[in-house]
T-cell receptor, first 114, second 114 residues
């Protein structure tokens, strides 16, 4: 069974530029999560989708971050414009709906904002 | 709201020695509890989980954890550490019900010395 796929693995941009990350969850997983992991910290949930609907985006900085999950499968997270403090690893995870929170993670995208 | 505390930021153990990583949680009902491991440049991998029943749970790679409701703890243990166990370990607590929010601790970085 293929795991959660994320691309790119690394991205370096300058502040005020835009960037997009892509995630393809495990086939059949209805729930998709985007996390931000700043160096030295645990993952922080940015947004959670159930199929193509948003369940929780309370910690998503909506003035600069956006995410979509068209057709309830893969997802894109965008930052525009980026700030220095957005430097982090962006992790995507997926789970089967009602699976008692067992999440499967991708390898992440490491973003450096200069 | 749920929360997780991992009091040890960094732990160093000798190869072959026993290991215990501490985790304390805060949640109003019976929680779902998890331990994940993250190797450098990788996503998080589930080590073990507690939902209900037997308070001592076994996981992969020889790890186990014990749920102690009276202490609000879910400590991770391994009787004999291998050099390949060097990684960062995250404790997480999940809410039940249809909304599957998971909150992660800040992590404990494990260093193994020969």
């Amino acid at each position: 069974e293929a795991g959660v796929a994320q691309s790119p693995r690394y991205k370096i941009i300058e502040k005020r530029q835009s960037v997009a990350f892509w995630c393809n969850p495990i086939s059949g997983h209805a729930t998709l999560y985007w996390y931000q992991q700043i160096l030295g910290q645990g993952p922080k949930l940015l947004i959670q989708f159930q199929n193509n609907g948003v369940v929780d985006d309370s910690q998503l900085p909506k003035d600069r971050f956006s995410a979509e999950r068209l057709k309830g499968v893969d997802s894109t997270l965008k930052i525009q414009p980026a700030k220095l403090e957005d430097s982090a690893v962006y992790l995507c995870a997926s789970s089967v709906a009602h699976s008692k929170n067992i999440q499967y993670f991708g390898a992440g995208t490491r973003l450096s904002v200069l | 709201a749920q929360s997780v505390t991992q009091p040890d930021i960094h732990i160093t153990v000798s190869e072959g020695a026993s290991l215990e990583l501490r985790c304390n949680y805060s949640y109003g009902a019976t929680p779902y509890l998890f331990w994940y491991v993250q190797s450098p440049g990788q996503g998080l991998q589930l080590l073990l989980k507690y939902f209900s029943g037997d308070t001592l749970v076994q996981g992969i790679k020889g790890f186990e954890a014990e749920f102690k409701r009276s202490q609000s703890s879910f400590n991770l243990r391994k009787p004999s550490v291998h050099w390949s166990d060097a990684a960062e370990y995250f404790c997480a607590v999940g809410a039940g019900g249809g909304y599957q929010k998971v909150t992660f601790g800040t992590g404990t970085k494990l260093q193994v010395i020969p």
